[in-house]
């Protein structure tokens, strides 16, 4: 098991000039290879569409894409360097998404997983998310695999 980071990791939003080292994580982290330069750049024009990354001193150790809905944050990328896994980065990104949850009037976050990914299922069980749904065909490939699982995280209600 990897050591955590001892690096002070800052997550901040991703910027235009960030792009080449998150597209350089992405390669390394996906097989199937959806987010292109020009993927994210179509999801980030769009207005309920934020990125983040987490970094120091300008090196990049994972980036994250989330959309804002109607009470929930929706998730949409995710990646950590394949050299930093394990190590905390993922869940600083997550866990900062969480922390704003109240502040943006939402009680819920939403992650969908492939169904092969039980690595990425593990790490969302381990921050109290919780698979609510499978989809049977969510993704449109030749794998032998297509199912997905919508992962959730909801605020614990407040006793009155």
């Known amino acids: 098991m990897n050591k955590p980071l001892a690096l002070p990791l800052q997550t901040r939003w991703m910027l ?3 792009m ?5 994580i992405e390669k390394r982290s996906s097989p199937e290879g959806y987010w292109t330069e020009d993927v994210f750049a179509e999801h980030l024009r769009q ?5 983040m990354v987490a970094e120091f001193e300008q090196t990049i150790f994972g980036y994250m894409l989330y959309e804002f809905h109607k009470g929930t944050l929706k ?7 394949p050299h930093h896994r394990r190590r905390g980065v993922g869940e600083k990104m997550v866990c900062r998404l969480i ?19 039980l690595n990425a299922q593990l790490f969302l069980r381990s921050l109290g998310f919780r698979a609510i749904r499978f989809y049977r065909d969510y993704y449109d490939s030749d794998e ?3 199912g997905a699982i919508l992962f959730q995280y909801s605020l614990p209600l407040k006793a009155a």
């Open 16 to 18: 235009r000039k960030d």
């Open 20 to 24: 080449d080292q998150v597209c350089d």
């Open 47 to 51: 207005r309920n569409c934020i990125g």
């Open 75 to 81: 998730v949409i990328a995710l990646a950590v360097d």
């Open 99 to 117: 922390d704003k949850l109240a502040s943006q009037r939402r009680s819920k976050i939403q992650f969908v997983v492939r169904e092969q990914r």
């Open 144 to 146: 032998l695999s297509r």
